[in-house]
C-alpha cells in the first residue's frame, strides 16, 4: 500500500518547526517587551499553536509538493545529506545576496523615515542568531512548501504541462502571490514596533518579497533544503551581521 505521504519526513520537519518557533520567542520578547508579560502563558499559546498549524500545513504541504512538480531531493534521497554539498554554497551566497538587497531597500526607504532595522539594535547577538532559525525552516515550510506547493497545485487545474503540472507561468504566479502574502504576513508584528502606513505595507511587501521570490525560485530549482539555508543565510545578514556592523560604524 503506497505512503501518502513520508511520515518519517513529516514529524522530522514538524518538531523542527516546533522547536524553532519557541526559539524565536526571546527575539519577539526583545523587540515588543509587552510579550514578556505574558510569561509561560507566552511559551504555551506558542508551543499550542504551532502544533497545530504546522501540523497541517506540513502534511499538505508533503502531500502536494509532488502534485506540484516540487521534489524534496535531500530530504528524501538514499543518499542522505550528500546531496547538501553540490547546494550549500550557492545557496548561502543567494540568501547572502538577498540579504543585501534588503538592506539597501532600507536604506533607500530610510528617506521615507521607515527604516525597522534600529528596533534591533539593542537585541543581543545570540538571541538574533536563535531566531533566524524560525525563518529558515518554519517559515519555509509555511511559505514555500504548503503555500507555493499549494498555489502552483490550484493553478495546474487551470492550465498544465503535458505531464500534468503546472506551467512556469503557474509557478511563477505561486511564488510571487506566496511573496506578496510573505510580506503581509509580517505586518501584525511589525504594528506593534510602529504604526501601520501605507509606506509600511509597501516596504513590507517589496523587502519581503525580495526574499519571497528568491526563496521560492530556489525552492521550484534547487528543493526546499537549500531555499531553508538561503532564508537562515538572509537572516544571519539582516538580523545579526547588520545589526553589528551599524554598532561599530
Given at each position: 500500500m503506497k505512503r501518502i505521504i513520508n511520515w518519517k519526513l513529516f514529524y522530522i520537519l514538524l518538531i523542527a518547526c516546533i522547536i524553532t518557533?519557541?526559539?524565536?520567542?526571546p527575539y519577539q520578547m526583545t523587540l515588543v517587551p509587552e510579550l514578556a508579560d505574558i510569561g509561560a502563558l507566552l511559551y504555551v499559546s506558542a508551543l499550542s499553536q504551532s502544533i497545530i498549524i504546522f501540523s497541517i500545513v506540513t502534511f499538505l504541504g508533503l502531500l502536494l509538493a509532488p502534485?506540484?512538480?516540487?521534489?524534496?531531493?535531500?530530504?528524501?534521497?538514499?543518499?542522505?545529506?550528500?546531496?547538501?554539498?553540490?547546494?550549500?554554497?550557492?545557496?548561502?551566497?543567494?540568501?547572502?545576496?538577498?540579504?543585501?538587497?534588503?538592506?539597501?531597500?532600507?536604506?533607500?526607504l530610510q528617506k521615507l523615515s521607515v527604516s525597522l532595522f534600529t528596533e534591533e539594535m539593542h537585541t543581543p547577538v545570540w538571541?538574533?542568531?536563535?531566531?533566524?532559525?524560525?525563518?529558515?525552516?518554519?517559515?519555509?515550510?509555511?511559505?514555500?512548501l504548503f503555500l507555493v506547493s499549494?498555489?502552483?497545485?490550484?493553478?495546474?487545474?487551470?492550465?498544465?504541462?503535458?505531464?500534468?503540472?503546472?506551467?512556469?507561468?503557474g509557478v511563477w504566479s505561486a511564488i510571487i502571490i506566496a511573496s506578496v502574502l510573505f510580506g503581509l504576513g509580517h505586518l501584525p508584528?511589525?504594528?506593534?514596533?510602529?504604526?501601520?502606513?501605507?509606506?509600511?505595507v509597501v516596504r513590507a511587501i517589496v523587502l519581503n518579497g525580495i526574499g519571497g521570490v528568491i526563496f521560492g525560485w530556489l525552492y521550484w530549482k534547487k528543493g526546499l533544503v537549500s531555499a531553508m539555508i538561503a532564508h537562515f543565510s538572509t537572516d544571519i545578514v539582516l538580523h545579526v551581521v547588520t545589526p553589528l556592523l551599524v554598532k561599530l560604524f
Open positions: 518557533s519557541i526559539l524565536v520567542l502534485r506540484a512538480g516540487f521534489s524534496l531531493p535531500e530530504l528524501e534521497s538514499k543518499k542522505g545529506w550528500k546531496e547538501l554539498v553540490p547546494i550549500l554554497l550557492p545557496s548561502v551566497i543567494w540568501g547572502v545576496l538577498c540579504g543585501i538587497l534588503i538592506v539597501l531597500g532600507d536604506f533607500i538571541v538574533a542568531f536563535i531566531a533566524s532559525f524560525y525563518g529558515g525552516i518554519a517559515e519555509e515550510v509555511l511559505m514555500r499549494f498555489i502552483a497545485w490550484l493553478a495546474s487545474k487551470f492550465r498544465k504541462t503535458e505531464d500534468g503540472m503546472p506551467t512556469n507561468g508584528f511589525t504594528g506593534a514596533l510602529t504604526e501601520i502606513t501605507t509606506v509600511i
